[in-house]
Structure formats: structure tokens, C-alpha cells
T-cell receptor
Framework: GAGVSQTPSNKVTEKGKYVELRCDPI?????LYWYRQSLGQGPEFLIY????????DSGLPNDRFFAVRPEGSVSTLKIQRTERGDSAVYLC??????????FGPGTRLTVL | QKEVEQNSGPLSVPEGAIASLNCTYS??????FFWYRQYSGKSPELIMF????GDKEDGRFTAQLNKASQYVSLLIRDSQPSDSATYLC?????????FGKGTMLLVSP
């Protein structure tokens, strides 16, 4: 079956702008995760959804970051007033319950 | 502070040799342990996971876990040039994964 998909694959924006990143999980996976990966680092946890609710948002760096999953499937990560330090690859993963997480291809965000 | 430590490498091995990748973790409450492979410019791809102390084998890969020493390793037998990638160790407590920075493996023909 289809894997996790993410759009766009690349996003270039200017400092101060608002961006939305989309994740479509594997069908039937109830858990969805967002991670951020900077160059030379491992993925860093941002937020975890179980169904429609954010079960753990302890990794969000500040209140400029927000994520939703209104129908328990597709999720959108929203970043307000982007800063150059937000530049990274944003990875989405999904799992069936708390089993193995499968990653999408990521969105490379560049803030100029 | 949950930490996962890996040597960044690169670890260089000749084709056909055994590559040994190591990882230590600080959270004694960690429940399961994962190895992901990441090719340059690509997303992490699961290789295998382990829950219990001891060894777990899957093809050319063997994961080893020692909870008392808080140590996880991955052995790759008969290394191939296509194994050249960054290997990420991740530990799970409850729902989320904490990753190390990864070890770069280079397998020379």
C-alpha cells in the first residue's frame, strides 16, 4: 500500500512569513508524529497525535508552531512568523497504535 | 534529559566485512530500540527493532541489546557498498522516539 506522503517536498519562504506543511499518513494508522531534522542531526520530536487529539506536544519549540489533525487522518504543521532557524527537513511518521513508526519523504523548509 | 549517543563516524569498512555500530542511551525507562538507515537526502528507513536483552537477527543484520549497560548495537555482516548510509539509533519510551545523531558508514568496494 501507499506510504506516508508529505507536501510540498520543498518550501522556500521569506523570514516572517507563514507556512503550512501537510502529511498524509498510511491508511489505518491512528498515530501520527512530526519531527524536525537539521543537517548532521537526528530527527527531533515535535508533536504526536493519537486520532484527532495532540497526545504530546512537548517538542514544539515555541508558540509559533502549531499542528492539527481535524479528522484523524491528514495533519498540517503550521509555522507562523518563520525565522531562519526554522530551516530544516520536517518529517512526518505514522504508526498503528504505538508500533513501529514509518517515515514520509519529508519537506525541506528554507527560510531566507 | 533523554539522550542517545552515537559516534558520528565515518566508520569505514571494506566490502564483505562486518560493520559494528554502537549506541548508548540515558533513559532507563526506555522500552524499545530501533535502528533506522538514512541515505543522503532521504528519510529514515526502518531496519529493525529490539525489545528484549540479547540478540535479534534479520538477514545480514543483528541487533544487540544490553539494558543493564544501556547499550544497543547493530552488526551488519557481509557489508555491501549499498549499505553506505547514516545509521540512526532511536529509543522509545511510551509513544515518542528519541534519536541519536547517527553514524555514517562507508563501505568501500
Amino acid at each position: 500500500g501507499a506510504g506516508v506522503s508529505q507536501t510540498p517536498s520543498n518550501k522556500v519562504t521569506e523570514k516572517g512569513k507563514y507556512v503550512e506543511l501537510r502529511c498524509d499518513p498510511i491508511s489505518g494508522h491512528t498515530a501520527l508524529y512530526w519531527y524536525r531534522q537539521s543537517l548532521g542531526q537526528g530527527p527531533e520530536f515535535l508533536i504526536y497525535f493519537q486520532g484527532t487529539g495532540a497526545a504530546d506536544d512537548s517538542g514544539l519549540p515555541n508558540d509559533r508552531f502549531f499542528a492539527v489533525r481535524p479528522e484523524g487522518s491528514v495533519s498540517t504543521l503550521k509555522i507562523q512568523r518563520t525565522e531562519r532557524g526554522d530551516s530544516a527537513v520536517y518529517l512526518c511518521a505514522s504508526s498503528r497504535g504505538m508500533h513501529t513508526q514509518y517515515f514520509g519523504p519529508g519537506t525541506r523548509l528554507t527560510v531566507l | 534529559q533523554k539522550e542517545v549517543e552515537q559516534n558520528s563516524g565515518p566508520l569505514s569498512v571494506p566490502e564483505g566485512a562486518i560493520a559494528s555500530l554502537n549506541c548508548t542511551y540515558s533513559d532507563r525507562g526506555s522500552q524499545s530500540f530501533f535502528w533506522y538507515r538514512q541515505y543522503s537526502g532521504k528519510s529514515p528507513e526502518l531496519i529493525m527493532f529490539i525489545y528484549s536483552n540479547g540478540d535479534k537477527e534479520d538477514g545480514r543484520f543483528t541487533a544487540q541489546l544490553n539494558k543493564a549497560s544501556q547499550y544497543v548495537s547493530l552488526l551488519i555482516r557481509d557489508s555491501q557498498p549499498s549499505d553506505s548510509a547514516t545509521y540512526l539509533c532511536a529509543v522509545r519510551r511510551y509513544s515518542t522516539l528519541t534519536f541519536g545523531k547517527g553514524t555514517m558508514l562507508l563501505v568501500s568496494p
